[in-house]
């Protein structure tokens, strides 16, 4: 859940991060298909940013595909850690995803 227990994320094997009202109504997908940005694989992992982040409307995902995205809750990508572009990543698959405080992507080191 949200912080404000409003949405739900999922994640799953069809490579996609759903965002959730409480009533089950999907209201956005991400989706590699749709616009190149998202998983290549299932989706192991997701995590909304808790309440004592910068900015408490983030989801970080984690999936088969070796990356960790960290989204926004428009289903916008502002961030992919990749070991295909860096080196320096995951060698296999993320199986778990967590924000560690403080946290904010203007200070990621």
Known sequence: FSVDNRQIVSGSRD???????TLGECKYT???AADG???TEWVSCVRFSPPFSVDNRQ??????????????????CKYTIDSAADG??????????????PFSVDNRQ
Do not use: A, Q, Y
Request: proline share 2%.
């Open 15 to 21: 490579k996609t991060v759903k965002l959730w009202n």
């Open 30 to 32: 991400i989706d590699s």
């Open 37 to 39: 940005e998202g998983h």
């Open 59 to 76: 989801i970080v995902s984690g999936s088969r595909d070796k990356t960790v995205k960290l989204w926004n809750t428009l289903g916008e």
């Open 88 to 101: 320096e990543g995951h060698t296999e698959w993320v199986s778990c995803v967590r924000f560690s405080p």
